[in-house]
C-alpha cells in the first residue's frame, strides 16, 4: 500500500481524538500535514481549537488551513498532541527530528496531557536505530560534540542541506548518528543530552500514549 495513503489514514484517524475546546499541539512532517488539513476542515465546519505549531512550516500550514494559533506560552499545558514519527517499536519508543523539528516536537509533546503519533506501516521497527538519531546542536560546540561522537563509535554526520549547512528553527545544527547497535538506548540518551552543547536528541521515550499507525486500507492502534 502507497505510505502517503497510510498515512492520510492515520491523520484522519487521529481526528476522532480532538473534542471541541481543546489545545492542541501541532506536529511536524507529511504525515502532521495531513491532520492539519483535516483539522482546518473541521474547523471551517465550526470546531473550536487553538493549536500550537512545533514548527515554522507548521505554524503556516495551519495558518494556511485556517486554525487559530497560540503561542505555547498562552497555552500552558495542551490537551493532546499529534506529531508522525521516523521509527516507533512495540514498546511506543521513537526516534523523529528526521524533518529537523525535534527540539520543539519534544517541548511541545512534554508539554501535552496526551500525545498521539500517526504513521503509515514503514515505521514500525523491531529495533530503533534504522534510521539514524538526529542531536539538535549548538554550532558553538558542534565541531567538538563530532569529535567525541566519532570517539563513542556512533558515526556522526552534520545535517546538510544541498551545499550549506542545515539550521533549525532555533538556529542549530542537527548531527545524525547511528545507535543500531547500541543495546541500551536509555542509557546512551542520558550520555548524549549530557554532553554540554547537546540540546535534544530524537528520542522519544515514554512520551507516546497511543500511536495510530496506517496500515493498507485501514488503521491499527497501539497503545
Ligand atoms: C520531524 C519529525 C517528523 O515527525 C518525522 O520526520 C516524520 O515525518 P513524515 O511524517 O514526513 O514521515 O520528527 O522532525
Do not use: C
Not at 79 to 87: K, L, Q, R, S, T
Not at 144 to 164: Q, W
Not at 194 to 212: A, C, Q, R
Amino acid at each position: 500500500m502507497d505510505s502517503d495513503y497510510e498515512k492520510k489514514t492515520a491523520a484522519a484517524k487521529s481526528l476522532d481524538w480532538i473534542k471541541e475546546g481543546m489545545l492542541v499541539g501541532l506536529g511536524s512532517g507529511s504525515t502532521a500535514a495531513h491532520m492539519i488539513r483535516g483539522l482546518g476542515e473541521k474547523v471551517a465546519a465550526g470546531l473550536s481549537i487553538k493549536g500550537v505549531p512545533s514548527s515554522d512550516t507548521t505554524a503556516q500550514l495551519a495558518r494556511e488551513a485556517g486554525i487559530p494559533l497560540i503561542t505555547l506560552e498562552e497555552a500552558g499545558k495542551l490537551d493532546v498532541n499529534i506529531d508522525g514519527a521516523d521509527e516507533f517499536d512495540a514498546n511506543l519508543q521513537l526516534i523523529k527530528g528526521g524533518g529537523g523539528a525535534l527540539l520543539r516536537e519534544k517541548i511541545v509533546a512534554y508539554n501535552s496531557k496526551f500525545n498521539i503519533v500517526i504513521s503509515d506501516s514503514s515505521k514500525q521497527v523491531e529495533r530503533l536505530g534504522k534510521f539514524k538519531l538526529p542531536l539538535e546542536t549548538i554550532p558553538f560546540a558542534t565541531k567538538n560534540i563530532i569529535t567525541e561522537l566519532d570517539e563513542m563509535g556512533l558515526s556522526p554526520e552534520l545535517r546538510k542541506k544541498g551545499d550549506e549547512i542545515y539550521k533549525t528553527d532555533e538556529q542549530n545544527y542537527i548531527v545524525d548518528v547511528d545507535v543500531l547497535e547500541q543495546n541500551d538506548l536509555v542509557a546512551l540518551n542520558n550520555i548524549l543530552i549530557n554532553i554540554p552543547g547537546v540540546v535534544e536528541t530524537g528520542l522519544f521515550l515514554d512520551t507516546t500514549d497511543v500511536i495510530i499507525m496506517g496500515k493498507d486500507e485501514g488503521t491499527v492502534i497501539f497503545k
